[in-house]
């Protein structure tokens, strides 16, 4: 029986980017929150009017603390894939 191993084998990061996530900014993290809820709301067929607002809120988020070097462009690139469902070309 094999295993998977959790890790790339070529970058030797783990495979799960969630780490990412972690220690975010508190204003970029409200902004994440608000932002996967409203996707929530979409993805359930729910009328939900400030979703544009939430998108644009936490692109700027993002662009602000990457920017001002409080996340990397690691972490702010798997956020704009995850939460903005973005493509990184």
């Not at 359930?44 to 700027?60: A, F, I, M, V």
Request: negative net charge; glycine residues 4%; hydrophobic residues 35%.
């Amino acid at each position: 029986m094999s295993l998977a191993s959790p890790y790339d084998d070529k970058t030797g990061l783990p495979k799960d980017k969630s780490y990412l996530e972690h220690g975010l900014p508190v204003f970029l993290w409200e902004s994440v929150r608000q932002m996967d809820a409203a996707w929530k709301k979409l993805d359930n067929g729910e009328k939900y009017l400030r979703w544009d607002c939430d998108y644009c809120n936490l692109q700027s988020d993002i662009n602000i603390a990457e920017t001002n070097g409080q996340i990397s462009t690691e972490q702010a690139w798997y956020l704009r894939e995850k939460y903005l469902r973005m493509e990184r070309i």
